[in-house]
């Protein structure tokens, strides 16, 4: 299965992407990537519009072998730390190109996703989140950028079948369920089971 995980800045997705791959036994994979393009996109402070859509589309666009080996598969499951949501979300604000543009254009790249988890938070503990590790903010990092992203997102779910929100103000334990739940209703409606072992956890989500 190809499952990702969109939010906005400081939602906690990199722990639930970590958690959620080990728990299904599933790589992990972000965007962007350590390629050559996804290095470029974070070396600029300041990227133009133009160069964030550029060089996201040639990074996607670098992975989408490692995309289409897990996408619809049983047996192989990769999980991504942002997807073409992320895009949706943060390169149509302020933009001339509409959130379903830059989906189409997206789709026609990419394999479609078995699910697309967005875990969703307030924008103020999201910034709040952000600030405490290390009183910095990248670019992105705006509250009308992050409020415009969150609505995108929130919009989404409502109206894509393979689009799920996750709540993500509890404790990460907490999140970590809905998330296991969402892949695993994710995996039977599609395959009509779950199509991995999960390994037994503690309520504080490490393995046993």
């Known amino acids: 299965m190809l499952?990702?995980?969109?939010?906005?800045?400081?939602?906690g997705k990199s722990t639930q992407v970590a958690l959620l791959a080990e728990h299904i036994g599933a790589d992990?994979?972000?965007?962007p990537t350590d390629g050559r393009w996804g290095r470029l996109l974070r070396s600029l402070d300041q990227p133009t519009l133009e160069q964030q859509l550029a060089y996201f589309l040639a990074d996607r666009a670098s992975?989408?072998?490692?995309?289409?080996?897990?996408a619809g598969s049983e047996a192989v499951h990769r999980v991504s730390d942002r997807s073409y949501l992320s895009t949706v979300g943060y390169q149509s604000f302020e933009s001339p190109l509409s959130p379903d543009l830059l989906e189409r254009i997206n789709l026609a790249l990419v394999p479609p996703y078995d699910l697309m988890i967005v875990l969703d938070l307030p924008v103020e503990v999201g910034l709040g989140r952000v600030a405490s590790r290390d009183g910095t903010r990248d670019w992105c990092e705006t509250e009308d950028r992050?409020?415009?992203?969150?609505?995108v997102l929130q919009t989404w779910a409502a109206q894509r079948d393979n689009v799920v929100l996750v709540d993500a103000s509890p404790?990460?334990?907490?999140?970590f369920a809905q998330v296991v739940a969402a892949a695993e209703a994710a995996s039977?409606?599609?395959?009509g089971q779950v199509v991995w072992t999960p390994q037994a956890r503690g309520v504080d989500g490490a393995p046993r």
């Open 3 to 11: 499952i990702s995980m969109d939010g906005i800045d400081g939602c």
């Open 28 to 31: 992990r994979v972000r965007e």
């Open 63 to 70: 992975h989408v072998p490692v995309l289409e080996e897990a």
């Open 146 to 151: 992050l409020t415009w992203v969150r609505q």
């Open 171 to 175: 404790l990460p334990e907490e999140v």
């Open 188 to 191: 039977v409606a599609q395959f």
